[in-house]
């Protein structure tokens, strides 16, 4: 397959330029994604806090109906007075509640030492009777030199009756928002269960052996945590005053089989914490935070958090999709990719948080950003070096058009110089189809510019006038047809050329068809078609076929005539007949200058007739004719035909008369005696036919105007003819797509060849 320019520096370019932003890809791939599986770690805690509490405030968790709140409010204590109370109100409390039927009940209020026995044991009698009171306990904050931290726990009258214990430790993250806790801490070996926790333990025995959260936990400063879930918050429970319920207000119905949990909620008074779910308080008392773990522990809707690997993945996995994304999809659809990754991303860890499982998207949040930054970044470098490149190789290809000089870019400025080298290449182009545009106006051939679909983009001046500018516009297969293009030939563009019609106009034309290609010849761009005006040449063909008609019977049937005459009189009058002779000499002189016109005028016609042809029986047709020509004058008339059964494509005749040519011009230019040779012979893909004489020969110096026509040599010059053989000799060879060739030596002789192509057979 024969090479195309630029098609493999277009290739290579474009191969470059792939190679280029594949490699891009990778290596952003390669630090991207160990980027976002390390930032999954908590190292974005910030935003990862941020995420959590708006979706948080998303999702509902359905509350439990046993569960009561009893609260210590600013009512309760402008009643009953300052706190800490008299435990003797907390152990009327204690009885109300189990007269009422309470289930379960978790008093969040720390009694770490004895007070006066007449106080300490009615609040421990009351706690014994009701046998359904769970008790906290805290961690000991007080550091002491190489001991562990310690427990503050109840009395120890109150700790014998108490059904459980549990710790109400609760721990803020950096931001001072508390959102998680641990159930199970205390010193390594002797964990106690959260106070919720202990609770469920009571409420459902079976459920509470599979707790939830990493049961390995942390071991800090010589205090172990296991278990750590994350607080699924109800916004508000049922809530009575613990004054009302002390003073009966509350109806046993009410309290009847209800999980109380009792705690303080005034202001200044117990344990308040930044929460989530604060909303216009700002904080959230102990006790109800207690209330939202044993509800979440209730509904099986703790929050727990995925091993350390699986929030990798996870968090990787987003990123990953968009990088295969960008680099399948175009550059325009990177944006809905991003933002549809990022919304997939939400959804996916508000539909985890839903089912009680946290997974921070802020690491997948901020990879898709950097991923749709720093992919526009690489790719749009290596795009702008594409296009650096090919305006280098653009600037660099020689000048057709002159262009305006444009001063010079700034060096080092790379961008202004992409600028200015863009801005020529565009100036280029303008004045290049503008050129174009004008050159087809100008054209004197009937010219259409058509697309890839024959759909007529453009058109000449020439071409308007031949096709009407109304039929402009349309498909050009449909204009043909209705210009007298045979319908059953009117198909695929590259099949139509070369095809001659006349128009109803009466226009003989010839339709040229060439596929306009781009810069690496492997895309059509388009069509030229070219309607060639032949009604000229077709006139002057109709004419010159009348004058050969009119010189082949009109003008040789007077010269026949008088010589027929000629010879009835010299029958019958038989004595001096010189002028008769003369007479005679003169019209066979006229008869045959009339024949080489005639035979150059056919040579140089377009009406040929080519067919498979033996070479030898042509050679042997011109010999024949030529042979009583040679006996006449004397000269032995000879032929070799070494090849005689070689196939031409030939017009039998023209060429038969071309070969007579020769051969008598070689018998008319030697003298009597000598021998006149036909020699036919193979070289290669040419076969050669060959005349040889033995006469005067020809001078070096006109060889070369041989073949002119009416011009005949000085030596010659007495002998009959205008000098039309050899001219109608060349024109027949070279329309064969062969030529001729002419060697002599003065005194010895000349040879006339005839070179052929051959026809595989």
């Known amino acids: 397959m024969p090479h195309e ?15 280029r932003i594949v490699r891009e890809w990778a290596l952003l791939a390669l630090i991207l994604l160990p980027l976002v599986a390390f930032l999954a770690q908590g190292r974005l805690s910030t935003l990862d806090n941020l995420i959590y509490d708006r979706l948080l405030g998303w999702t509902a968790v359905p509350q439990d109906s046993r569960l009561l709140l009893v609260e210590i409010d600013d009512r309760s204590l402008a009643a009953i007075g300052r706190w800490p109370w008299p435990r003797g109100v907390h152990a009327d409390l204690i009885e109300r509640l189990q007269q009422a039927g309470a289930e379960l009940v978790l008093f969040d209020v720390i009694f770490t030492e004895s007070a006066r026995p007449e106080e300490d044991e009615p609040l421990a009698r009351a706690v014994c009777r009701s046998g359904n009171l769970l008790l906290p306990l805290l961690r000991d904050g007080r550091t002491r030199q190489g001991q562990a931290p310690g427990e503050i726990l109840p009395f120890s009258s109150l700790r014998e009756c108490a059904l459980g214990l549990g710790h109400i430790n609760v721990e803020a993250d950096g931001d001072g928002v508390v959102r998680s806790v641990y159930l199970h801490e205390g010193p390594p070996g002797r964990t106690r269960p959260l106070l919720a926790l202990q609770a469920f333990a009571h409420l459902q025995p079976d459920a509470a052996a599979e707790l939830p959260g990493r049961p ?74 207690q209330a939202s773990i044993l509800n979440g522990l209730l509904q099986r809707r703790s929050i727990v958090e995925p091993a350390a690997w699986v929030t990798a993945l996870m968090a990787c996995l987003p990123v990953a999709l968009l990088l295969i994304a960008f680099l399948l999809a175009r550059l325009r659809h990177a944006l ?66 002159p262009e305006q000089d444009m001063a010079a870019a ?17 100036a280029r ?65 590259r099949d139509m050329g070369g ?9 003989h034309l010839r339709l040229e068809v060439a596929a306009m290609r781009s810069a690496s010849g492997a895309l059509a761009l388009g069509w030229l078609v070219a309607l060639l005006d032949l009604s000229a040449e077709r006139e002057a063909q109709a004419q010159r076929s009348t004058m050969l008609r009119f010189l082949s019977h009109d003008l040789r049937a007077p010269h026949s005539a008088i010589l027929a005459l000629l010879e009835l009189q010299k029958r019958a009058a038989p004595g001096d007949d010189s002028v008769l002779q003369q007479i005679e000499g003169q019209v066979r002189r006229a008869l045959g200058l009339t024949e080489d016109f005639v035979q150059l005028t056919r040579a140089e016609s377009e009406d ?19 042979w009583p020509l040679g006996r006449a004058k004397g000269i032995e008339l000879v032929h070799r035909l070494d090849d005689d059964e070689t196939l031409v494509s030939a017009d039998h005749g023209l060429l038969c008369r071309a070969l007579f040519n020769l051969l008598e011009n070689a018998i008319k230019y030697s003298p009597s005696g000598t021998r006149v040779e036909l020699a036919l012979r193979l070289e290669g893909d040419w076969i050669c036919c060959s005349v040889i004489d033995q006469g005067r020969g020809i001078a070096a110096a006109d060889l070369s105007q041989l073949a002119l026509p009416y011009r005949r040599l000085g030596d010659v010059e007495a002998s009959e003819g205008l000098g039309l053989g050899l001219t109608m000799v060349r024109a027949v060879v070279e329309r064969h797509a062969g030529h001729l060739v002419c060697e002599s030596e003065v005194g010895t002789g000349s040879r006339f060849s005839i070179v052929l192509p051959r026809l595989e057979s």
């Open 5 to 19: 320019p630029g098609r493999s520096g277009a290739f290579s370019m474009s191969g470059r330029l792939f190679r």
């Open 216 to 289: 390995e936990g942390e071991l800090l400063a010589g205090w172990q945590r296991q278990n750590r879930i994350r607080i699924p918050f109800s916004r508000q429970f049922p809530v009575v005053p613990y004054l009302s319920v002390l003073r009966g207000e509350v109806p046993d119905s009410l309290l009847r089989g209800r999980v109380v949990l009792v705690g303080a909620s005034a202001p200044g008074l117990g344990d308040r914490y930044v929460t989530p779910v604060a909303g216009s308080a700002g904080v959230t008392p102990g006790v109800a935070i």
């Open 336 to 401: 809905a990719l991003t933002l549809l990754m990022a919304a997939a991303s939400l959804a996916l860890s508000w539909g985890l948080l839903s089912s009680g499982w946290w997974w921070s998207p802020a690491a997948s949040l901020l990879g898709l950003l950097l991923t749709y930054l720093l992919w526009h970044w690489r790719r749009q470098s290596a795009v702008l070096a594409y296009f650096g490149w090919e305006l280098a190789r653009l600037d660099a290809e020689p000048r057709v058009l």
């Open 410 to 426: 700034p060096e080092g400025d790379v961008l202004q110089q992409r600028i200015m080298a863009l801005e020529r290449a565009l």
């Open 429 to 493: 182009v303008r004045d290049t189809r503008r050129f174009m545009t004008e050159g087809l106006e100008q054209l004197p051939v009937a010219t259409l510019v058509c697309d890839p679909q024959g759909l007529i983009l453009l058109s000449s001046a020439r071409a308007r006038h031949i096709v009407g500018d109304a039929r402009l516009g349309g498909q050009v297969n449909e204009l043909l047809v209705e210009l007298g293009y045979p319908p059953g030939l009117a198909g695929d563009l």
């Open 499 to 507: 095809v001659e019609f006349r128009s109803p106009s009466g226009l």
């Open 608 to 626: 040929y007739r080519f067919e498979p042809t033996l070479i030898g029986t042509i050679a042997l047709d011109a010999f024949e004719q030529a």
